[in-house]
């Protein structure tokens, strides 16, 4: 796999043309290529402070940064399977740099387009109160849309494009998918709002809400589960061709094209950091399903990767899912 990662790297150095032409050379390499996309990647700072007062100087106990945004999430889950996919994006300034290097350094494939200004930076400060967090605002810029657009026009039947995150605009989803739907690639989006029911007219291949993000979108505070499945049929009326809600503790559901409903249950263990749980879902269906071509297997592998997030408090390994199921 590092191998793959330095042909890209020189094959792009050397490309004038555009970078489409060398993720093109790679992913003859491997059949099928995932794209992610990160609108706002991030850089994320994480400190411990025992006793945090604010307006007073505060020593941190550890810190640790990372690169943070959902596209990449779900794009160091799929390396961990050993699953090559490339982050798209838009990076910025000296900090831009910083999240290029992280993520290069998790041997991720990145092509993400340069724009003006600085990356952002979000704080995270861990307290005996909880965690308070500082987001930097979104950088990106709606004019350089059409980079990203021309990144994509490559895509084949047998691609993934995978749309994860919110976005300053609602219609910046729908408008790539909009973009690329004559390649026939399979789109996932995880997004809430009309960022996501924006999307559903241009049939994605799967959309991943969460309990509570389903629960907004038809303006209600709970639901059985029966009703979790009416939900997701309405949606899929709509034009998505597979749902799956994830259900945090509880597993997931999903209703597939043809109309089936399954369920996965999740694991049992103890959950230590829900955060990139459901990146992690999305990654472990992506895999379940290129390797099984199977839904009701993709979910619940799924599922277990989810599961091995939580319960590890990072990213899941193939270590760490391996020990809740076996592995694919
Ligand atoms: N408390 C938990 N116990 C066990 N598994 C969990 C837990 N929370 C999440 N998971 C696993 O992760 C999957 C996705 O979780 P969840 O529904 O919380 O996604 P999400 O809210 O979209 O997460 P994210 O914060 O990444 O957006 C679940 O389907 C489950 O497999
Ligand atoms: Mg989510």
């Given at each position: ?28 390499h491997f059949h ?28 941190a106990e550890s ?266």
């Amino acid at each position: 796999m590092t191998r793959s990662v330095n042909s890209w790297s020189e094959a792009r150095i050397h490309d004038s043309e555009g970078s489409i032409h060398a993720i093109r050379r790679i992913a003859i390499h491997f059949h099928i290529m995932i794209y992610t996309i990160t609108l706002n990647p991030s850089i994320d700072y994480t400190v411990s402070v025992k006793d945090l007062q604010i307006g007073k100087l505060n020593r941190a106990e550890s810190e640790s940064i990372r690169a943070g945004g959902k596209g990449l999430n779900v794009s160091a889950v799929l390396a961990n399977l050993g699953m090559k996919s490339v982050a798209l994006g838009f990076t910025a300034g000296v900090i831009g740099e910083a999240i290029e290097k992280l993520t290069l350094s998790q041997g991720l494939t990145t092509d993400f387009i340069g724009v003006e200004g600085e990356s952002r930076i979000n704080v995270k400060v861990l307290g005996v109160d909880g965690v308070t967090e500082i987001n930097g605002g979104a950088r990106f810029d709606e004019r350089r849309i059409a980079e990203l657009k021309r990144k994509l026009s490559g895509l084949t039947a047998d691609d993934y494009l995978v749309l994860s995150g919110n976005a300053p605009s609602e219609s910046v989803y729908a408008d790539l998918l909009e973009s690329v739907a004559e390649f026939g690639a399979k789109t996932v989006v995880d997004a809430s709002g009309k960022l996501l029911t924006s999307c559903l007219p241009y049939k994605p291949f799967l959309i991943k809400p969460n309990l509570l993000e389903l629960l907004e979108l038809f303006d209600r505070t709970e639901a059985r589960e029966d009703e979790i499945f009416e939900m997701a049929e309405k949606l899929r009326a709509l034009g998505t061709r597979n749902v799956i809600v994830s259900l945090g503790g509880d597993g997931a559901i999903m209703i597939t094209e043809s109309g089936k409903r399954l369920r996965a249950p999740a694991p049992k263990g103890k959950p230590v950091n829900t955060v990139g749980a459901g990146d992690s879902l999305v990654a472990g269906f992506i895999y379940g399903y290129e390797k099984s071509k199977d839904y009701a297997e993709a979910l619940r592998y799924g599922v277990n990767v989810g599961s091995a997030t939580a319960f590890s408090g990072e990213l899941a390994t193939k270590e760490e899912i391996a020990k809740l199921g076996e592995i694919l």
